[in-house]
């Protein structure tokens, strides 16, 4: 048996779930730069001895 649901809030159902897979991708990135800053220090010295430019 398949559950029928009108094609309107299947598509707001996939626009939620996109809105909420690229929150948690945001979060994740963001938990990693706040956990890992001596990492992250060392690649943008390591850029900076090497005369690249650093973006944020």
């Known amino acids: ?3 029928r649901i ?3 809030e299947n598509q707001l159902l996939k626009k939620l ?3 909420s897979m690229l929150d948690v991708s945001a ?3 963001l938990l990693g730069k ?3 800053p001596a990492a992250r220090y ?3 010295e390591k850029q900076m001895a090497e005369g690249k430019r650093v973006s944020d």
Do not use: S
Request: no cysteine.
């Open 34 to 36: 706040l956990t890992r």
């Open 42 to 44: 060392a690649a943008v």
């Open 17 to 19: 779930l996109a809105a």
């Open 27 to 29: 979060l994740k990135d």
């Open 1 to 3: 048996m398949r559950l």
């Open 6 to 8: 009108p094609k309107n």
